[in-house]
């Protein structure tokens, strides 16, 4: 099935121009994927997975002018949200250098003017303020929003991408105002700024 149906179908509608940007980015995770080892699935399905998993919280987020992805990895969700959202700044956080080589280099390939690519731990980031802070993947709810404190603004949000121990980390992060929507095995977390 192509992307642009399986997207169609949760109610993401992309201009043509993402359609052509992420045909470049798979093509490129998939060359340095099998050289640097960047994500686990490097067939088209999977990918089309992640990348449907990346963008499925727009279908139940408040827009947002810039956001801030923690330990972005491969691209998912922070480079697929800055393709997809060129109107919001972006800030990809990843410490690991093949990573960020990568990252790098499907920016500059796509000219992302949009996006930021920087090569530190989050709590090493000390002049950025982001209206929005993702992270899939990375570590537990308390500890995220502990370790981003210094990238949040008055208003800031939180999108978690979680899986099946998020009730645990609700309780422990002692959260009330949230709202969590669930797809397949992933739970969302959506705490509103």
């Known amino acids: 099935m192509k992307l642009k149906t399986?997207?169609?179908?949760?109610?993401?509608?992309l201009?043509?121009?993402f359609y052509k940007d992420i045909k470049v980015f798979i093509e490129l995770l998939q060359k340095w994927g099998k050289v640097h080892n960047l994500s686990g699935?490097?067939?088209e399905d999977s990918i089309y997975e992640n990348i449907l998993d990346s963008l499925f919280p727009l279908t139940f987020i408040e827009n947002f002018s810039s956001f801030a992805d923690i330990g972005t990895g491969a691209g998912y969700p922070g480079l697929i949200l800055a393709i997809a959202r060129k109107d919001s700044l972006g800030y990809l956080i990843e410490p690991r250098i093949k990573r960020v080589a990568f990252l790098s280099f499907v920016k500059a390939n796509l000219g992302l003017n949009n996006l930021t690519i920087l090569q530190k731990r989050v709590e090493a980031v000390d002049d950025l303020k982001a209206e929005l802070i993702t992270s899939r993947a990375v570590t537990n709810?308390?500890?995220?929003?502990?370790?981003?404190?210094?990238?949040k603004q008055d208003n800031s949000s939180y999108l978690f991408y979680k899986g099946s121990m998020l009730e645990n980390e609700i309780e422990e992060a002692k959260l009330n105002d949230y709202k969590v929507v669930s797809r397949s095995d992933r739970n969302y977390l959506y705490i509103k700024g």
Do not use: A, F
């Open 6 to 13: 399986i997207l169609e179908k949760h109610n993401i509608n």
């Open 15 to 17: 201009e043509e121009n």
């Open 41 to 43: 699935s490097l067939d």
């Open 141 to 151: 709810t308390k500890l995220l929003i502990e370790l981003t404190k210094n990238i």
